[in-house]
């Protein structure tokens, strides 16, 4: 069975700086996707990046990159220019297609607090 | 795109109550997914649905969880003679296609007297 491990329950960073938080997964298979998501306290989770293991390329959006290093089975996100509405829960997911489910697997979350 | 509705935000109730959570997924995804989230942990699956049919529910979903998605649109989670260990926020997800990511809900928060 998949399991999605993230190792530091808190993290903290101060306004523009960079933080990136870990992600290991345990899997067998070749082929599958991961998330990073982000909860923000009482509001809903939304999608920050994912990554598709057949690419080598680490994804990007905007201020958020991972590195993803398929044979560690790890994938970390970098937050560049840490900005006060970053602060929240990140959760890392994992899917395998095609499960028939395509469900996730979530970590534990590492909970982001940015400092003013 | 309207998002993921879920109701009610939040349910507080006497244990041994019965309970039921709605889910309006976006109207063009026919997957939807009920997901568990309790203090400190991440999002566990319950169950799946596409279109109507359930096809896939966690060992998780005791006998008195039940879930329902008529003619494929909104979705209902039922508990029934709710436990202390029932509480928790329940989400919900849905997606139109395999392989895009999922969109959540702001959860329903079960609280149990």
């Known amino acids: 069975a998949q399991t999605v491990t993230q190792s530091q329950p808190e993290m903290s960073v101060q306004e523009a700086e960079t933080v990136t938080l870990s992600c290991t997964y345990d899997?067998?298979?070749?082929?599958?996707?991961l998330f990073w998501y982000k909860q923000p306290p009482s509001r809903q989770m939304i999608l920050v990046i994912r990554?598709?293991?057949?690419?080598?390329q680490n994804a990007t959006e905007n201020r958020f990159s991972v590195n993803f290093q398929k044979a560690a089975k790890s994938f970390s996100l970098k937050i560049s220019d840490s900005q006060l509405g970053d602060t929240a829960m990140y959760f890392c997911a994992f899917m395998k297609p095609p499960s028939g489910t395509y469900k996730y697997i979530f970590g534990t979350g590492t909970r982001l607090k940015v400092l003013a | 795109d309207t998002g993921v509705s879920q109701n009610p935000r939040h349910k507080i109730t006497k244990r041994g109550q019965n309970v039921t959570f709605r889910c309006d997924p976006i109207?063009?995804?026919?997957?939807l997914y009920w997901y568990r989230q309790t203090l400190g942990q991440g999002p566990e699956f319950l169950t799946y649905?596409?279109?109507?049919?359930?096809?896939?529910k966690s060992r998780l979903l005791s006998d008195r969880f039940s879930a329902e998605r008529p003619k494929g649109s909104f979705s209902t989670l039922e508990i029934q003679r709710t436990e202390q260990g029932d509480s928790a926020m329940y989400l919900c997800a849905s997606t139109g296609d395999s392989n895009q990511p999922q969109h959540f809900g702001d959860g329903t928060r079960l609280s149990i007297l």
């Open positions: 649905f596409q279109n109507e049919a359930q096809l896939e």
């Open positions: 109207s063009e995804h026919n997957r």
């Open positions: 899997t067998s298979e070749n082929n599958y996707y």
């Open positions: 990554q598709e293991a057949y690419k080598q």
